[in-house]
C-alpha cells in the first residue's frame, strides 16, 4: 500500500502510533484508500494528517507555554509540509480555508 512519507524536525518528540504513524523521523499517513477528489474524501485525509502530525510532534502542556509553542508550530509545519507533499487539489483547498487567518496589525 502506497503511503506518503514525510521528513521530519529532529528535535520533536515520537510518540506510539495510531492509524498514522511515527517512526524514524518520519510522518506516515496513508491516503491510498481515499477518493481524494470528494470534499469527505479531502476531510478524511486533513484528518489524518491532524492526527499523525498530534502523534509525530506529541500533546501540548499549557504548562509549559515554551515546549507547547514549539509543539504547536511543529504540528503546522507537519501538516503544510504534508499538504503540499500529497498534492491533491481537493485537500489544498480544504486545507486553506480551514487554516486560521493571523492579523498582526491593523487601522
Not at 502506497?2 to 496513508?30: E, I, Y
Not at 470528494?38 to 494528517?49: I, K
Amino acid at each position: 500500500m502506497p503511503k506518503m512519507v514525510f521528513s521530519a524536525v529532529a528535535s520533536v518528540l515520537l510518540l506510539g502510533a495510531s492509524a498514522a504513524q511515527a517512526q524514524d523521523d518520519r510522518m506516515v499517513v496513508k491516503i491510498s484508500d481515499v477518493n481524494t477528489s470528494s470534499m469527505a474524501g479531502a476531510a478524511t485525509v486533513l484528518s489524518r494528517v491532524d492526527r499523525a502530525a498530534r502523534v509525530f510532534c506529541g500533546e501540548r502542556d499549557l504548562r509549559d507555554l515554551g515546549r507547547s509553542y514549539l509543539i504547536l508550530r511543529c504540528r503546522r509545519e507537519m501538516t503544510g509540509k504534508a499538504v503540499v507533499k500529497i498534492d491533491r487539489p481537493m485537500v489544498t483547498a480544504l486545507y486553506e480555508q480551514v487554516q486560521p487567518t493571523i492579523i498582526l496589525a491593523s487601522r
